[in-house]
């Protein structure tokens, strides 16, 4: 290959690369102009208030364990968000906080065949001043968001999940430690659970001790 086929061929992989940015660009604006605008076509959970809350029983709640036992992702809250999608009644439908609990999934689910999912990574710390706080939550669901937009999943109105997330690390804020050394870890986390095309064979929340 020549010097000028090879100027040519990098050239048009930069124009196709920039028109490539481009649309993810304009992709990403239209994300923005969904999710801040007051349209029908806003993807909301009916209105965060409506939150349907299923508290544990006294028999239910965990002990919770000494700030110097924590590690990561073997220590559960006892209560966990749920909120489901159907296209076919509306879209979004009204969250739910319950128990915590194992998930029900068909063997054909999209997640499963497809990897159709996402997640976010989030902190609640307790201060000085023993109030609770998320770290810029904002962000995590403006970048949730856009994943969930190349993924083809569904998107959602970024301030009504963080009311979700409030209500919810409200009712778990005791499993918020009280000490500067740690912290709530909290991942919100998108599925595909639509019905795949294929053939359904059977196959045979946590803390986050530091910074």
Not at 63 to 87: A, C, R, W, Y
Not at 121 to 142: Q, T
Request: glycine content about 6%; hydrophobic content about 35%.
């Amino acid at each position: 290959m020549g010097t000028n086929s090879l100027c040519q061929t990098v050239t048009i992989g930069l124009r196709n690369l920039i028109k490539n940015h481009k649309d993810q660009i304009k992709h990403v604006k239209q994300l923005h102009k969904w999710t801040s605008s007051t349209s029908p076509k806003l993807k909301t959970f009916r209105q965060a208030q409506e939150i349907h809350v299923q508290l544990c029983s006294p028999e239910q709640l965990q002990p919770k364990p000494e700030v110097s036992q924590l590690k990561f992702g073997t220590v559960f809250t006892d209560h966990m968000l749920q909120i489901e999608f159907n296209e076919q009644v509306g879209g979004w439908q009204a969250p739910s906080i319950s128990p915590l609990k194992y998930l029900t999934l068909h063997p054909a689910s999209k997640v499963l065949h497809y990897a159709v999912e996402l997640f976010e990574g989030m902190k609640a710390y307790r201060g000085v001043d023993g109030h609770i706080r998320m770290f810029r939550p904002e962000l995590n669901m403006e970048r949730m968001n856009r994943s969930a937009l190349r993924a083809g999943l569904p998107q959602f109105d970024p301030e009504e999940m963080i009311q979700c997330l409030n209500r919810l690390i409200q009712i778990d804020q005791e499993w918020v430690p009280h000490t500067t050394a740690a912290s709530l870890y909290i991942r919100p986390t998108l599925i595909g659970t639509d019905v795949s095309k294929v053939s359904p064979f059977t196959l045979g929340e946590s803390h986050h001790r530091g910074g």
